[in-house]
């Protein structure tokens, strides 16, 4: 992809797995820096993203191989995985060819959301689980699943979907009885409450992203009384963790890739 930096003469080369508002928040910080040179991958999911003013990468590595063999010739030093919660496969990659390759590995995992007094949480494993608990009667579902985690609903027609994207998804992806909203975040409260009225929807089926940009929906699902259908995170494998955007700093100053001043 074309780069909008050039590489440092020298200094730590890291790769950082984005896809999330912390990712890009920790690329902007990292590219006013002299001391290391960033390389800001995604996976293309998104077909407009924002993307930050470093070097950037768009598409997969080719399995853990791949991506082994990539960090290996591109001389990468460290690696950071800013993904999101649910982006179990290249999490797991990242684990695998990092340990191929001898790099260190950081995994950026923001907390997440816990319920609260007054909320109506449905709390289940999978996406098949969460199609399953909207139970036989027809019901109009809020889905913020996102527009590649459809499979599970198309298979449970019997309700209408109020379903919100970014992108707009393919047709063929769609259940049957389903309303598309294109939207991209951040959302606020009132925002949320409103379209959850006006499309008189009756529960909110959504994945513990734990972001705080669409946190707004769990909001005013609480204050209209709404039940949530929570899908829980995927257990990724075992790797050094921090919680935001300052830990990951911190991480890359006391490995000596960074200089400690920011």
């Known amino acids: ?4 930096s050039s590489p440092p003469a020298s200094g730590a080369r890291v790769l950082l797995l984005g896809g999330t508002s912390q990712a890009s928040a920790l690329a902007r910080m990292l590219a006013t820096r ?3 040179h960033v390389t800001y991958s995604l996976a293309g999911v998104t077909r407009s993203p924002v993307l930050p003013d470093v070097t950037c990468r768009v598409g997969g590595f080719g399995g853990p191989d791949g991506l082994r063999d990539w960090l290996v010739s591109a001389a990468i030093d460290a690696v950071v995985d800013a993904t999101h919660p649910f982006a179990a496969r290249i999490s797991t990659h990242a684990v695998t060819a990092c340990q ?3 790099r260190p590995l950081l995994r950026v995992l923001r907390p997440a959301w816990q319920a609260r007094d007054g909320d109506r949480w449905t709390r289940v494993g999978t996406l098949q689980d969460a199609a399953t608990a909207l139970g036989p009667e027809p019901r109009r579902v809020f889905l913020t699943t996102g ?3 459809l499979a599970a609903f ?5 309700h209408h979907y109020i379903l919100r994207s970014i992108d707009p998804p393919d047709d063929t992806e769609l259940p049957p009885d389903c309303t598309v909203l294109l939207a991209r975040p951040p ?3 009132d925002a949320e409450a409103r379209l959850m009225r006006d499309h008189a929807v009756q529960v909110l089926v959504t994945k513990n992203a ?3 940009a669409t946190r707004a929906k769990l909001d005013a699902a609480r204050t209209l009384g709404l039940p949530v259908v929570m899908v829980d995170r995927p257990i990724l494998p075992p790797a050094e963790t921090v919680a935001d955007v300052d830990g990951a700093l911190t991480w890359l100053a006391a490995h000596g890739f960074t200089r400690r001043s920011v």
């Open 34 to 36: 002299t001391d290391c």
């Open 147 to 149: 527009r590649k985690d």
């Open 210 to 212: 734990g972001a705080d």
């Open 1 to 4: 992809m074309a780069s909008s």
């Open 100 to 102: 191929a390759a001898g």
């Open 154 to 158: 198309r298979a449970t027609p019997g």
């Open 187 to 189: 959302f606020d409260h």
